[in-house]
């Protein structure tokens, strides 16, 4: 069984720093797309993908985030639990939305988030960036 939990959301001023984490656990496929990913759904705005990175370590970002956000990933000897971070510097109040943790195979594009005909989700942790 594949577990998906997210953790460190909050209220941040604009311009400041917040870290989000996610404890994947069970996801042991290893296939060549096979990736950890950060999305997030504004209060009207459709999901977008923030970052993700790839089990050996290939990373992509949005447009709107690149430059400020990093992702990382640390995990267990036997890689069966693995941490995903989201680092998420000089904060716009655009970054405001709900932010889910997702592990798969493949990029999701849709409307909402989250999906779960499409990889394993978290239930998302709420950031709010404030003036």
């Known amino acids: 069984v594949v577990q998906v939990v997210e953790s460190g959301g909050g209220s941040v001023e604009a311009g400041r720093s917040l870290t989000l984490s996610c404890l994947v656990s069970?996801?042991?496929?290893?296939?060549?797309?096979?990736?950890y990913a950060w999305y997030r759904q504004g209060p009207v705005a459709e999901c977008e993908i923030v970052a993700d990175?790839?089990?050996?370590?290939?990373?992509?970002?949005?447009?709107s985030v690149k430059g400020r956000f990093t992702i990382s990933q640390t995990s267990s000897q036997d890689s069966v639990k693995t941490t995903i971070y989201l680092e998420m510097n000089e904060m716009k109040n655009d970054d405001t939305g709900t932010y889910y943790c997702k592990a798969g195979d493949s990029q999701y594009v849709g409307e909402t988030c989250p999906n779960s005909e499409f990889g394993y989700w978290g239930t998302g942790t709420q950031v709010t960036v404030s003036s």
């Open positions: 990175i790839t089990k050996s370590g290939r990373t992509y970002y949005g447009d």
């Open positions: 069970g996801f042991t496929r290893d296939f060549y797309d096979s990736h």
